[in-house]
């Protein structure tokens, strides 16, 4: 099995859709490994997204997702961060395909309820960055 994490977003724990949306993971086959709920700080943030830093959009997405409690979740399954990028659907909400979770749950290409570790390499570094290994069961 593969490994991969999801984040859900504060826009979708503030809007009460994080246990809808871990029924959505479940159905489409994945295994939860370990989930914690959290609340990241500033640094936190900075450090998880710091790929992103030279982008235009790091300040608004570090200010996001310091916004309020979001669920991190470690994932397994065949093919699992493949099938997450398919379950998860298109960054931007609005152009995501119907029934995905973006599509369900998300209201912009900031707002998109979920996030999704984007290869086999990001997962596991990812995954480490908010579990310990004795956290994973699975």
């Known amino acids: ?6 984040i859900i977003k504060p826009d979708a724990v503030r809007a009460g ?7 959505h993971l479940e159905d489409a086959g994945f295994v939860i490994q370990a989930i914690r709920r959290i609340r ?23 200010a996001f ?5 979001a669920v991190a979740i470690a994932l397994a399954r065949e093919n699992a961060v493949a099938h ?3 379950t998860m659907g298109a960054t931007d909400s609005a152009q995501a395909a119907p ?3 973006r599509n ?10 979920i996030h999704g570790s984007d290869s086999p390499d990001n997962a596991r570094v990812e995954r480490a960055f908010f579990f310990a290994g004795c956290d994973l069961v699975g």
């Open 65 to 69: 997702m310091t916004s309020g409690p």
């Open 104 to 113: 369900l749950y998300g209201t912009n290409i900031q707002n998109n309820a």
């Open 84 to 86: 997450l990028r398919d």
């Open 17 to 23: 859709n994080a246990g809808r949306i871990i029924a």
């Open 40 to 62: 990241l700080s500033r640094a936190q943030a900075e450090a998880f997204y710091a790929v992103h830093r030279e982008r235009p959009f790091f300040e608004d997405l570090v």
């Open 99 to 101: 029934g995905t979770i």
């Open 1 to 6: 099995m593969e490994e991969t994490l999801t």
